[in-house]
């Protein structure tokens, strides 16, 4: 029996699984861990949980493999995007990891755009001058701790220290270069005019190669700890996002994947680079080699989720499950609208549409005839109006009609949810059967690198493992969410414009200071 093994490197968690090579899940095992968010903006996590995790699910499969006397004929890696880690020659970690949730570098993309304006930035990159993305993140350790800059041998992201782990080689692929805000997204190549202005050496950065490469073989030690064979191929898939449109089927013009995770990413595949005359999508490099994906992204969705359930659950925080189903139950007893709550869910800044890092977290309309349910509903429904406000500046780029979203990810077990999409984006939805949607895109990815299926589009077809689903929007709720979603950009833009959201983080700052006896 021949199989492959994906890793799928996570923000909560890394995940191995072994499938045959029609898909068959085998055997799947995760990891959990947590970034460390602090009250300064700052998010931060240990390399030690990926080290430990990658062993972990890797031996789970090599076990597997050796009792079950299946071949594995190679690793697909994919993982997380815009994560920031220093290293030395022989690849240790120099620092925490710096995520990609922080919000801690303005003043660093403030210095970049002095040396390179914002548009041609977003024309160079195909992304936004923001704290998001990796270059403002090294240029921090250039200004808060140059013994670390000055000491790194490389500046990797997430999927290129796994992929150091592995195999031992410096490399990236351009799927995940593109979200260093470094890279030009049209020539493929790092910028000499971005590398630049954020002072980071060419030399510094790794290997480019293109997403679906074989970069090397597991190593030999770590073969001998997870039970895998020796030199095991190790394949770049590429970012979680657009390897998730493999393992969804999002392949052409025309579809879009919206996949919910810790955020939401919404993505449709197109053939050449593609701006938004505003700057409010992104335009990224696909997993698929010749393409390009337009992207619009939300930064806390299923976190942000999650976090309520926990603080206004029942258990405490401690039966998570407990408390999401509780929640759930919340949503379906407050009506479409949420009777007049809105919540705009910026609890980390806003990414698609209005990219500005230092939106806040609001919850408005409140009047004393509102319930817990009604708050739990108006949560729930920002997030898919934020999303929504995505897809609608994805849709006035876009040459082909949208006329299919597929949707995936932890929240699509909650049907509402995913009615809550078709009503809100006005667009039937496809729910596919699994909802590990970059696990299932790196096997798809690895069975066209290895020269099993010729095509993605028939490898996609080889691995199905079940029917489809159609949700269908119901168009007696499109008035209510078409009010909502103006008046949600009223609230942000009245907050925006009066200076609220700068004068909000001035008393944050303050306010983190003041100690419990009130005194500073």
């Known amino acids: 029996m021949q199989t492959i093994c994906t890793l799928d490197v996570g923000t909560s968690s890394i995940r191995g699984t072994l499938y045959t090579l029609n898909g068959k899940e085998l055997v799947s095992e995760s990891h959990g861990y947590s970034p460390n968010f602090y009250k300064d903006g700052r998010v931060r996590q240990s390399t030690e949980d990926w080290d430990g995790g990658i062993r972990h699910v890797l031996s789970a499969c090599g076990e597997y493999a050796v009792s079950n006397n299946a071949e594995v004929l190679a690793i697909a890696v994919t993982s997380q995007r815009a994560s920031v880690v220093p290293v030395d020659r022989a690849g240790k970690a120099l620092d925490e990891v710096f995520m990609w949730q922080d919000k801690t570098t303005s003043r660093q993309c403030g210095l970049i755009q002095k040396d390179v304006s914002a548009e041609d930035v977003y024309r160079i990159t195909g992304l936004r001058i923001d704290p998001y993305f990796s270059a403002p993140k090294i240029l921090w350790y250039r200004d808060h701790k140059p013994d670390v800059y000055a000491a790194a041998h490389k500046f990797l992201g997430v999927q290129d220290y796994v992929a150091f782990v592995l195999t031992g080689r410096f490399v990236s692929d351009y799927s995940q270069a593109c979200r260093t805000m470094l890279l030009d997204v049209s020539s493929r190549e790092w910028s000499r005019r971005m590398l630049d202005a954020s002072f980071v050496d060419r030399d510094r950065l790794p290997e480019l190669t293109s997403p679906g490469t074989i970069i090397g073989n597991l190593s030999s030690g770590l073969a001998e700890e997870t039970s895998l064979p020796g030199k095991t191929p190790v394949i770049l898939a590429g970012g979680d996002q657009q390897v998730a449109a493999l393992g969804m089927g999002v392949l052409e013009a025309g579809s879009v994947e919206a996949n919910t995770g810790t955020g939401s990413f919404l993505i449709t595949p197109v053939p050449e680079p593609l701006f938004h005359p505003e700057s409010r999508t992104l335009c990224s490099i696909a997993a698929i080699p ?106 006035e780029i876009i040459p082909a009609e949208l006329t299919e979203i597929c949707v995936a990810g932890g929240l699509t077990r909650f049907e509402l949810f995913n009615q809550m999409q078709a009503d809100i984006f006005e667009t039937t939805v496809r729910i596919p059967p699994s909802s590990e949607a970059s696990s299932r895109g790196a096997l798809i990815s690895a069975l066209v690198s290895l020269g099993v299926q010729e095509s993605y589009q028939k490898a996609f077809d080889s691995v199905r493992d079940g029917e489809d689903r159609y949700i269908h929007p119901n168009s007696s709720r499109f008035d209510i969410y078409r009010k909502a979603a103006l008046l949600r950009e009223a609230l942000y833009n009245a907050l925006n414009t009066g200076d609220v959201y700068a004068a909000a983080e001035d008393f944050s700052k303050e306010a983190s200071a003041v100690k419990e006896d009130g005194k500073c």
């Open 290 to 395: 010749g393409q390009w994906v337009v992207e619009a992204g939300v930064l806390t969705t299923g976190i942000l989720y999650s976090w309520f359930a926990g603080e206004f659950g029942e258990s405490g925080r401690q039966n998570e499950q407990a408390d999401i189903l509780r929640v759930n139950q919340l949503v379906r007893e407050s009506p479409p609208g949420a009777h007049g709550v809105i919540v705009l869910p910026h609890f980390k800044g806003s990414a698609a549409p209005f990219w500005n890092p230092l939106a806040k977290g609001t919850i408005f309309n409140l009047t004393l005839a509102n319930s817990k349910a009604d708050i739990a509903r108006a949560l729930l429904e920002s997030l898919v109006l934020e999303m929504g406000a995505g897809l609608k500046r994805m849709r």
